[in-house]
Every structure is written in C-alpha cells, then in structure tokens.
C-alpha cells in the first residue's frame, strides 16, 4: 500500500522527434534480473550462506582430500575397532576390518553425493518433462501422465527401490535409478502447477501472438518462470536422495564393492555396542551434508520469494 | 457550524520500508461532518488509503506508526485509544467497505451468518432477533428475496450483490462514519451506479457520514460534498466539490480533471476530440521526496523556489498548497 | 466506412468448455459468444464496449485465433484466418498484434524489455540482426522510452512505462492491426491520458487499425470512431461515435451512458440518474428465449421475451432491439 515501487523515473510523453530527456541523477538505471536480485537475497540469509559454506567444504573434501591424504581405503593399517587418537596418525580411529576410518570418510564421500545428485537429476529430468507435458497441453494427455504420476507416488518407495537393487546388480547407478524413479512424482506435480498458473499469464499470450510455437513458449517463456520452485525442490531432493542410500546400504542392498558412507554404516552396524564411532561418524557425515544442502534449499526458497524480498 | 464528527489534526504516519522509514502521511488536517459526504481523491500511492486505515485507528502496525497528530472522532482521540474501546467504535460508530468485496467476506460462512455475527457483536440482542434484522438489512440494501440470500455463501453472490452485503454489514449497527475505499472499482458500471445510489439513499435514511476514497473524478462530483486532493502523503487542495471540479487551483487538480475524457452527449460530436491533458510521470515513491514541492518534477509551472520550497496549505479562494495556484491555463 | 475492410468477422461464435458432469458425462458448454459480424476499416478504430461477462475480449481474441472459435469466418487482407494452418497463422501475426491489459503480466519477467521488443522481429525473421538492433531503439524512442532503458527487466518499469513496452513489442512487426485489449484500464488516470494520447498519435502516424476492447465509455469516446456494444455475447448496437453518443437507440446503450460517471453530473445540483438498471445479467448458461436484456429492459414488453431481435440496420447503425429509442 504505503510501500513504494522501486520504479525508475517515467520519462513522460514526448512528441515525435523530441530528444529522450536525460536520466535523472541519484536513481539506479541498472539492470538487475530476477534471478540476481534472488542471490542477492539469499547472501543476506546468514543460515543459508553457512549452508553453503559448509557444503563448499564436505565437497571439497570429498573430491579433493585425496590429493592431500592419500591412502587405500580398503588398506588394513590397525587392529579392528581402534577407538579414535588412540594411535597416533590414525585420528578417527578404525572399523571392524582395521580400516582407517578418516580415510573411509573421505573416500566414501564422493559415491555418496554422486548417487546423491544423479538421483535428483533423473528425478528433475522425468519430472520436468511430465509435469511440463501434462501441464501445458492440458486434456487426454494432462490425464494419462497424472495418472501415471499418481501410479509411482503410491509405490511403497523404499519396497520398491530395494526390489529393483535386488534384481539388478546393486551398482551406485542401480540406487541413483530405483531413488529417481519414486522420486519424480513430487516434481511432476509441482512442474504441472506452475505451468498451470503460468500458461494463463498474459505474457503467455503475447509469446503466442507474435508467433511463437509451443516448443518455443515451453521452453522459453514458461519453464524459466517456473524454475525458482524447481531448483528449491531439486536441491531437497539431493538431501533425501543421499539419505536412501545410506537406508539402502544400511539394509545391506548397497554396492559392497564401492566405499561409500552408507556401506560404513552397514557393515560396521554389528559393532555397535561395542564401538560408537564407526557407525556414528559416517552418519554425522550424512547429516551435515543433507544438513547443509537443507539450509541452501530453504534460502533459496526465500530469495525466490517475493513476499519475504521487502522486508 | 456543527462539531466535526471526525477530524484529523496534524496526522502523520509512517513506514518502515527496505529504504529505512518514509512519511505516509505528513500533516494531514481534514473534517468529516455529521452526514456529509467528504471525498479523498489522488493518484495510487498518494496516501488516500492509509488515511481511510488511520480513521478506522488499523493503519498496519509493523510496519506502520502514527508518530504525530491527533485523529479525533467526535472529540476523543483515538490515537490514544485502548484496543478495547477502538474494538467498540470499529463497527459500531465507524465502519469500512472496501474494494474487492469478495476477499473481505468470509468464504467459509453464509452471508447472513457474517452479517448476524457483526450485530452479535455489537448489539445486545438474541441470536434470533439477530437473523430478523439480517433480512431486514439485506432488504435495505436492495436484495432481492433477502430470507433466501442470507443463506447463500459469498461465491453464489454476484460482485455487486456482495458490495451490498459488506454495505449491510457495515450499517447494520448504525455507524455515524461510512468509510467507502473504492468501493466500486471492481464493478461493473451499471452496477457502479446501483451501489451510488444505494449509498446515497442510505445517507439520506440514516444520516451517516461518509468518506469516499476514489480516484475517479466522476464518482467526487457525483457523490461528494467536499473533496481533499491528496498527492505524496499531503493534502494539497480542498473545498467543496464544486470549487475543486469548477475551479481548480493546484495543476495536478487541473491535471487529473483535463486527463479524463469527458463523456457522452455534453461531448458533442466533434470529428475528432483534441488530446487530452497530461500529468508526465508518475506519483515519485516516497523515500525520494525532497524539501520541495513533491509535484514539481511533473509540474509544467515548476521553478527552482518550487523545487526548494515546499508550499503550503493556503487560503487562496480555497485552501491550495502552491505557489503557482491559479497561474497557467484553467483546466 | 468507404473503404473495403481490412477485417471482416461473420457470425463468430465461441463455446468454452465448463467441466464435465461426473467422470462419464457430457461435457458442459458455455457459449460465450453468439454469432458476432463486424467490419474494421483500414486506419479506423472499432471500440468493442460491455461489462464483464459481454464476450468483449473473446471475441477479439478468437477473430485472431488467440482464442479458439467454433464458429464462423474471419477475413483478413484476402485470407480466411480461420482456415490457415498453425504454421501460414504464425506468418500473419506480424500483421495482427496485441496490448494486453495488465502491464504486469503481459512482459516475461525473465527477459530484459529490449530483448522483449526484439522478439517478433526474430520469430519473423525480419531484416538482419544488425537492422533489427535499429529497429529496436527506433521503437524505444517512439513510444516515450530512453535508449538506456533497454537492458531493464520488467519488474524496474512502472505500469505506464510496461504499458508503453507493450505497445513497442505490438509495433515491432509494423502490423496493420492492434488489438487493445483494455490497454489503460489498469493504470492510474493521469498515466492513462498519455497512453491514450500515444495510441492516438502511433495511429495517425503509421496508418495502424485499432480493435479496441473497453469498458469505459469515456475512454472509447476519445480513441474509437465505430463502436460496437456487447452484451451477453452479442453486439446489440453499432454505430459511428457522434451517432453512438448523441442518439443511441438500445435501452442498453443508454443505460451505460446514463451510468458512466461524468463531471457534469453534480451531488450539489441534486443529481439523480433516471432509468438506472436493476438486478444483474442472467447467466449465460440459461438465458431466456427471447432479447437476453429484457430482463433488466425499462422498456421491455412481451414480445422482448418471447422473440429474439435481430440487427437491423437504422440508417445511421444497427440495432438488436424491438422497440428502439
């Protein structure tokens, strides 16, 4: 009401060949896109920038604690289950096998984020492309995939997943598919809302007007509109997809030949009462992790927010 | 001369906004009589909204603060009010319609449940003679079979129905302050013109003041008595309407009469009709105004004492805040 | 109107579909609107006038294939409309732009305003990039907006200036006609006089043809020249503007007229509105057999309810009325 526009001065009417009068001085004619004013907001949220942060560092590690530690995960170097600072070089303390745990960690990080990711990436490929479909075309279409989407949300996801690990070798792409594939409902049906609302915007129309086909209104027009809750949910997905893969390699249906923090939690989860930390520091890896990508997936909620933007 | 009903002394309200803490309203004097008709009129962002919410004591708090001035209603300040006692004025002695009737009515309840829940609120009478009244009301303000239509929600009612339904609820306790914002830019004309005269002839039979926010130049002269124009927070003209439409003073008045195109027969059939008259750019957002005339930047008889210093509310045949008033071509 | 038309609209006729009764049932039809003729002349302004509810906006909408007609013919320079292909339709929107109403929504929120102005020159190939940049600014200058401005978003614009966008982008292909829809409805009033003037001067200068949606009897009287009044789907009067304004002949036009609030009209001189409509326009879904305003009609009679009027000509209009004024 009271709260004024951020509005660049109006130049008034002009008669044809009158000079363009000069910008007045003291206000912004810069050019600032939606998605630069979104960064903006969302380097103001302090929760959100340490979330960042602290997931620059997991992955940093991840990818490249190697080059600074380099060591054979699988290498025995101890007796089994050496608590943590017991022996020196060995901080984090070893596994039932006398595995170095620090080394497991860093090891086992990089399968973890990347089933983590390439789950959320099938899960926004399928997603997309349904919800998109069905929500631009609308009709016998709009039916056909919502009922198929409406078939893979009431899949009993975790029954489901484990089945298709069974019958197929339970390699990391196996779990990133069977994890994609009872994800993408949900991103389905937010796709198919956002078209819903936009293709009855007017800039919809004008797109149509000027001669744009529907390839071009899709994908140009639409889609870039309708990214903002897409990318906040394809961030969250990376969070649940990582912790089904510790569910399943929990449940022993990880790959046993690849090291990853779910498989340190599996197989060391027989020890448990005897020795807390090779089950506890790779589930505290999980956690900061989906910890970390939550607080970037929630600022990025509110930076797209327009709502939140005033205040 | 009467006791105003209502009158704002000096008001000035404020908001904190993402550019630190701007003027809404700075200085706004204004009488509201007994059973007269007082129209605001300006552009959007002019401060004609905020002083509707002040007189009802709901201007938003945060992030809004009256910081100075007094609003009296019938000489008690309600600035300084206690939640209980606005609670009691609000609906009673003072009550609002506002422009979109559909959002304002609860989708939830039928109609008659709404209206029967004000009295209930106010009034000391059973829930029974409550519902009687509600039909009675409905029947005022010009429904047609009122017993059925108390029972319908808000979406079985047409736009104007609904506009009839809020007029019902706010005179069902007989207020002496109607505060009207906009109450017909969502409508249809020929409905527009309904709701006109369903409020004048419930002015006429309850005597009720009302004060009519628009920024329609045909609804002031149709519907008001006296008229401020508000611009940047400021009154900046006021009078009686036919000193305002007749001869304007301020030439952002002149401006807002001349850039609406004059209708029908009086018209006449020229060819072709001359262009109409420009205000250039638009209302500056508040965190940008200077120590000047806030209107200068669109003003075709702005000098640089304009720019510097601002006008204020004079007596010149009516009071105007300009120095220029009166200069240039009469709209 | 001497010249030959530039478009020619014969019984158009638009149903929307309204949600199925139950899984299994029919679905249900809205016809919203009912066999409409009309003819715009080159370099002239037809002003479609009504309330909500009247068709006004669908049907220029559906004349231009925005909004899917079941019915009838649309002439444009030689071509059926409605018998192209999607593909031959695409290559005549250069001649048939659009304004749209909400400033606010008719800009892609994404795209800088110079890349929107841009836009229809690339879909239609237009001159060589270097030529469509010029074209840009040329465009930028003539509807009121700088040069600098062209790398802001949408968002950095305030309602006039979108508006004022809006009209660049319709300009862009150099089209024969505009469709404004409600151009100015949504702006405050002293924004509206300089979009209004600007439409004004835009025709004059390059000969355009406006098909101008409005409910405002004030603002059709300034920009149209021919106006057509809707109701309920159909056109019940047309005529020139002096005619339309000094003499209208349906009960309805003169209850729209007497309706617009206007200067002239004063609470200090007593004013009452004669002839005021009650109630509100029957449902589309169910209107009545015969005139669908009879209802609302001070005029109306027996044979109003029983029998339809057609237009007929006056001699200066038409009108769909029994017994006009």
Known sequence: ?311 | MADPLMSLRDLRVEFDTRHGRVTALSGISLDVMPGETLGIVGESGCGKSITALAMMGLVPNPPGHVTGGQILFQGEDITRAKPRRLRRLRGREIAMIFQEPMTSLNPVFTVGDQIAEAILLHQDVSRAQAEKQVVDLLATVGIPEPARRAKAYPHELSGGMRQRVMIAMAISCRPKLLIADEPTTALDVTVQAQIFDLMRDIQREFGVAIVLITHDMGAIAEMTDRVAVMYAGRIIEQGTSDQILDNPLHPYTRGLIGCIPVLGREAGDAASLPPLAEIPGIVPPLHLLGDGCAFAERCALADDYCRAVRPPLEEKGHPVACHHAGQGVPA | MNDAPLMSVRGLTVDFPLGRGGLFGKPQMLRAVRGVDFDLAPGRTLGLVGESGSGKTTTAMAAIRLAPASGGQVMFDGADLMALTPGQMRQHRRHLQVIFQDPYSSLNPRDRVGAIVREPLDLMDVGDPAGRAVRVEELFTLVGLRRDQMALFPHQFSGGQRQRISIARALATNPRLIVCDEPVSALDVAIQAQILNLLRRLQGEFGLSYLFISHDLGVVQFICDDIAVMYLGEIVEMADRPTLFSRPRHPYTAVLLEAAPSLARRKSQGYRRQGIVKGDPPSPLNLPPGCAFASRCPQAQDRCRAEKPALRDTGAGKVACHFPL
Do not use: C
């Open chain 1, 1 to 311: 009401m009271a709260a004024p526009d951020p509005i660049v001065p109006q130049t008034g009417s002009k008669q044809p060949g009158a000079a363009p009068p000069p910008a007045t001085p003291g206000r912004s004619n810069e050019a600032s896109s939606p998605m630069r004013e979104a960064w903006g907001q969302f380097l103001k949220n302090r929760p959100a920038v340490f979330g960042l942060a602290l997931l620059a560092v997991i992955v940093g590690l991840v990818l490249y604690g190697h080059f600074i530690f380099d060591a054979d995960p699988y290498d025995i170097v101890w007796m089994p289950l050496t608590p943590p600072g017991e022996e020196e070089g060995i901080w984090l303390g070893t596994d039932f096998l006398g595995r170095d745990m620090f080394t497991g960690l860093m090891k086992g990080g990089a399968p973890t984020l990347a089933v983590g990711l390439s789950a959320a990436l099938i899960t926004v490929v399928i997603g997309i492309t349904m919800g998109s479909l069905a929500g631009f075309f609308g009709g016998w279409l709009d039916d056909l995939l919502m009922r198929l989407t409406e078939f893979f949300q009431v899949l009993p996801a975790l029954l489901f997943a484990m089945v298709l690990v069974t019958l197929f070798s339970p390699s990391l792409w196996t779990i990133a598919f069977a994890i994609g594939i009872v994800s993408w409902p949900q991103t389905a049906r937010l796709t198919r809302a956002e078209f819903l609302r936009i293709r009855e915007l007017e800039y919809v129309t004008a797109a149509r007007s000027i001669g744009a086909g529907n390839g071009r209104i899709i994908w140009r027009v639409i889609l870039p509109n309708a990214l903002p809750p897409l990318i906040v949910s394809a961030t969250l997905t990376i969070g649940v997809a990582i912790l089904f893969e510790a569910g399943l390699s929990f449940l022993g249906l990880g790959d046993p030949n690849t090291m990853s923090w779910g498989l340190m939690i599996g197989q060391n989860r027989n020890y448990l009462l005897d020795a807390w930390w090779p089950v506890t520091l790779p589930g505290l890896a999980i956690f900061l992790t989906v910890f970390a990508v939550s607080l970037v997936g929630d600022g990025l909620n509110d930076a797209f927010n327009p709502k939140l933007r005033s205040r």
